[in-house]
């Protein structure tokens, strides 16, 4: 063989073991790209896992706040209903506050608290004796407690 013939044979060596490489190449990137495009997935599902429970978290937070200023309101209109149980003294619209502020109680719920502000104001409606109400209120304050989960 001459030079020509060897020349010829390293030159389809090389073609040939550079479509086997290039083959070989392109197949691990094929084979990367899908890896990098399943974690980018994975990543972005982390992701938005993270801001749905932020999400549900604020949501909460914001019921949560909301309850306990409709508690605290049931409290205060409750409590200008015994002052004036033991003065004789208060406003014409105490009766009122307390229905209303007694409606976002029952609303706002749950029914463990709502029962137990209803009892409250039943009490109060039939004049029941001070240390009676005083059970009442601390009964409705536990229930309102617990469900705000402060203990």
């Known amino acids: 063989m001459g030079e020509w013939g060897i ?3 390293a030159a389809g060596a090389a073609i040939a ?7 070989y190449t392109r197949n691990a990137g094929i084979q990367q790209a ?3 495009r399943h974690a980018g997935d994975r990543q972005a599902d982390a992701l938005l896992d993270s801001v749905r429970l932020t999400l549900r978290g604020e949501a909460d937070q914001r019921g949560s706040a909301r309850r306990r200023q409709v508690y605290a309101e049931f409290l205060g209109a409750a409590e200008a209903r015994i002052l004036t149980e033991r003065t004789g003294r208060g406003q014409a619209d105490d009766e009122i506050l307390l229905q209303r502020a007694l409606g976002g109680v029952v609303l706002e719920g749950p ?7 209803t009892v409250f104001v039943d009490g109060l409606r039939r ?19 617990r469900n705000l989960n402060i203990l």
Do not use: M, N, P
């Open 7 to 9: 020349a010829l044979v």
């Open 127 to 145: 004049h029941l004796a001070l240390d009676d109400l005083d059970r009442a209120k601390l009964a409705f304050v536990a229930e309102a407690r």
């Open 17 to 23: 073991g550079s479509i086997v490489t290039g083959w």
């Open 111 to 117: 029914a463990e608290v709502a029962d137990a502000a």
């Open 34 to 36: 899908a890896a990098a």
